[in-house]
């Protein structure tokens, strides 16, 4: 049964800041992996998408980056800002279903 | 144009009533799902549908009993309502299962 981990669970940071979340996963045949961001309250907004032959997705000041041997994604978030602030989450499709990670809680300080 | 809605947005009730969630996508996918997000924030996959014929059942009670009239609807109607049903309940769709999955707003259901 896959099963999804994201480090760390909530960070903080100071605008301007990069920084890096993590998402690790147990089962490597996935069809893709995809990043969302969800505001307090709202519903899940996707942010990448990285299929499973893909190693890269960059958006903006985003960029996703993805290992399928080792089951690990990392997001990169360059020059943070207040906005950035939310629970960001990563999930993985093994086709009839995405499988969640818990989520980082970032927090952004002006 | 709204790619997943869902209605309603809130759904406050008393335990025991029954009620339903409906759920609509425009983007032509053939594939849908109901997902619930406890008060932990967890997302867990409830029901998985595919071109309207149930793929996924994640040991879900069967108060819960969604229907899909056809690949664009996906209706969640839960029975006899308990105080632990209080969560909130996101819709998605996708093409196979393979592409991009877009989320609805929510519901948000309180059980009272």
């Known amino acids: 049964k896959q099963e999804v981990t994201q480090i760390p669970a909530a960070l903080s940071v100071p605008e301007g800041e990069n920084l890096v979340l993590n998402c690790s996963f147990t089962?490597?045949?996935?069809?893709?992996l995809q990043w969302f961001r969800q505001d307090p309250g709202k519903g899940l907004t996707s942010l990448l998408l990285?299929?499973?032959?893909?190693r890269e997705q960059t958006s903006g000041r985003l960029n996703a980056s993805l290992d399928k041997s080792s089951g690990r994604s990392t997001l990169y978030i360059a020059a943070s800002q207040p906005g950035d602030s939310a629970t960001y989450l990563c999930?993985?499709?093994?086709?009839?279903?995405?499988?969640f990670g818990g989520g980082t809680r970032l927090m952004v300080k002006p | 144009d709204t790619a997943v809605s869902q209605t309603p947005k809130y759904l406050v009730t008393q335990m025991g009533n029954d009620k339903s969630i409906k759920c609509e996508q425009n983007?032509?996918?053939?594939?849908m799902y109901w997902y619930k997000q406890d008060s932990k924030k967890f997302l867990k996959i409830m029901f998985s549908?595919?071109?309207?014929?149930?793929?996924i059942n994640e040991t879900v009670p069967n108060r819960f009993s969604p229907k899909s009239p056809d690949k664009a609807h996906l209706n969640l109607h839960i029975n006899s309502l308990e105080l632990g049903d209080s969560a909130v309940y996101f819709c998605?769709?996708?093409?196979?299962?393979?592409?991009?999955?877009?989320f609805g707003q929510g519901t948000r259901l309180t059980v009272v």
């Open positions: 998605a769709s996708s093409q196979m299962g393979t592409t991009e999955a877009f």
């Open positions: 999930a993985v499709s093994a086709g009839n279903m995405l499988t």
């Open positions: 089962d490597s045949a996935i069809y893709n």
């Open positions: 549908y595919n071109n309207k014929e149930l793929i």
């Open positions: 990285i299929q499973s032959s893909q």
């Open positions: 983007l032509g996918h053939d594939t």
